[in-house]
């Protein structure tokens, strides 16, 4: 595969998987790949990632969600779909286009229950396994 020369990570509602994807992706990949990231909904900004982003040094800055169907740039090389709905909706929009859609299903980190550790061990879990996909699909 050809490296890409953009990137769009979307998920439910961009406050978690997706944005932490975009950083991660930001972080890893060379600065000549446009990588951006959204939702189907509204979502809000989650705490967790940023703390879990913090640990490794990432940071968000004052980014809020964003929807898919608001972006002005809807073309991208590959979309990269991290839950069953933007799975659906990707192949969907793309129907018509050029753009490849990579589905990694991604857990939830939202449904564990517990101390505050044991929730940010979630979110800590779903950065690894995000930095792991990144860098096996665009790192080869």
């Not at 406050?15 to 809000?44: D, W």
């Amino acid at each position: 595969m050809s490296k890409p020369s953009s990137i769009l990570f979307i998920c439910g509602m961009n406050s978690i998987r997706s944005p932490m994807a975009e950083a991660i992706a930001r972080k890893l990949l060379p600065n000549n790949i446009y990588i951006q990231s959204a939702g189907l909904r509204q979502g809000e900004r989650d705490h967790f990632v940023d703390a879990a982003l913090n640990e490794i040094k990432l940071d968000l800055g004052d980014r809020q969600p964003r929807i898919y169907h608001a972006m002005e740039d809807g073309f991208f090389d590959i979309i990269v779909t991290l839950t069953p709905e933007a799975n659906e909706k990707a192949i969907e929009i793309t129907k018509t286009t050029a753009a490849e859609v990579i589905y990694w299903p991604m857990d939830d980190p939202t449904l564990v229950r517990g101390t505050r550790e044991h929730i940010l061990d979630a979110y800590r879990q779903l950065r690894e396994a995000l930095s792991t996909k990144i860098k096996g699909q665009f790192l080869r």
